[in-house]
């Protein structure tokens, strides 16, 4: 189970951070495992590529913030 919260632009042109709610998350600050956790995708769309370039997971306490951003 992988779904979408929200996309939120950043600063840089074409980049876009992708938030997710997503199952069996291991956080990456407290490295706790959660039934249910955030995760972050952050891509950059050149034409018609897509590059990952940054990927985190959040348990929902270090992930609110982004929760919150996108769902905001
Ligand atoms: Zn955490």
Redesign the pocket.
Known sequence: MRQLLGKIPIKYRNVTEEIYLSEFVR?Q??Q?TVPTGIEVVTVRKEGNSKTIIKHGW??R??GAEYATRALG
């Open positions: 956080c600050n407290c706790a959040f348990c306490g270090h």
